[in-house]
């Protein structure tokens, strides 16, 4: 049983170095290569855990080996941009001045179907107001307006609003959080005043209490049942 649980151990912790290694925007958005390396380590890692009769150093240097292939591309991929381009591959251009491109689309393997569904989750269902449509190397679409189409921004008329800045967190979960407290130059008197003001008498009935750089307070009380 010992075994066992020291040799998932092992492993379950090595495979989170290699994922930790590859960088944190990987995690979320694989690239081919890393896509590649994620399979090959869960195989890797599976048959050790399974299979007692297998020495652990034999699942064990092939993920090393792994993370070590992985770095090295990474490196070479950073130095080098024709490197980079084969590894990776290169975005594509779907749409250009609200015209599909439909040389790029099948050289993708991009449907209209899947075109229609990015654009419908961003908000968009008339291809003609796309001034680009970028299929990005980890398969996300990137999508440009028209200038004509884009919100107006502040800056375009001719206001300075305040930058409210990072939001705080004094109250997270009915746990405060007293050196955020300090932080933003608040003290407990500050903080009773916030309680009374919500009608809470508790820190522990709070959900959140979060104030940003300009004072803005974010409170949410704890629900029933909590």
Same mark, same amino acid.
């Given at each position: 049983?010992?075994?066992?649980?020291?040799?998932?151990? &092992?492993?379950? @912790? =090595?495979?989170? *170095?290699?994922? #930790?290694?590859?960088?944190? !925007?990987?995690?979320?958005?694989?690239? $081919? +290569?890393?896509?590649?390396?994620?399979?090959?380590?869960?195989?890797?890692a599976a048959v050790p855990m399974q299979d007692f009769?297998?020495?652990?150093?034999?699942?064990?240097?092939?993920?090393?080996?792994?993370?070590? &292939?992985?770095? @090295? =591309?990474?490196? *070479?991929?950073? #130095?080098?941009?024709?490197? !980079?381009?084969?590894?990776?591959?290169? $975005? +594509?251009?779907?749409?250009?001045?609200?015209?599909?491109?439909?040389?790029?689309?099948?050289?993708?393997?991009?449907?209209?179907?899947?075109?229609?569904?990015?654009?419908?989750?961003?908000?968009?269902?008339?291809?003609?107001?796309?001034?680009?449509?970028? *299929?990005?190397?980890?398969?996300?679409?990137?999508?440009?307006?028209?200038?004509?189409?884009q919100p107006v921004t502040a800056a375009q008329m001719?206001?300075?609003?305040?930058?409210?800045?990072?939001?705080?967190?004094?109250?997270?979960?009915?746990?405060?959080?007293?050196?955020?407290?300090?932080?933003?130059?608040?003290?407990?008197?500050?903080?009773?005043?916030?309680?009374?003001?919500?009608?809470?008498?508790?820190?522990?009935?709070?959900?959140?209490?979060?104030?940003?750089?300009?004072?803005?307070?974010?409170?949410a009380k704890k629900e029933k049942g909590k």
């Amino acid at each position: 049983m010992f075994i066992a649980l020291f040799r998932t151990v &092992v492993l379950y @912790l =090595l495979i989170i *170095l290699g994922i #930790r290694l590859m960088g944190k !925007r990987q995690v979320g958005e694989l690239e $081919p +290569s890393e896509l590649v390396f994620t399979l090959l380590i869960a195989d890797l890692a599976a048959v050790p855990m399974q299979d007692f009769g297998i020495p652990l150093t034999r699942g064990v240097i092939p993920i090393i080996t792994l993370l070590c &292939v992985t770095l @090295l =591309l990474s490196l *070479l991929t950073m #130095r080098s941009i024709k490197f !980079r381009a084969f590894i990776c591959g290169r $975005p +594509s251009i779907v749409v250009r001045d609200g015209k599909l491109c439909q040389q790029e689309m099948a050289k993708n393997r991009f449907t209209l179907d899947e075109l229609s569904e990015e654009l419908r989750v961003r908000g968009y269902s008339d291809i003609s107001k796309v001034k680009y449509a970028i *299929l990005e190397t980890n398969g996300q679409l990137t999508v440009l307006l028209n200038a004509e189409e884009q919100p107006v921004t502040a800056a375009q008329m001719g206001l300075t609003p305040k930058e409210p800045g990072l939001p705080a967190v004094i109250i997270s979960d009915g746990r405060l959080l007293e050196d955020n407290l300090k932080k933003r130059g608040l003290d407990d008197k500050w903080l009773e005043k916030q309680l009374a003001h919500n009608h809470v008498r508790r820190v522990k009935d709070v959900f959140i209490l979060s104030v940003d750089e300009q004072g803005t307070v974010f409170f949410a009380k704890k629900e029933k049942g909590k």
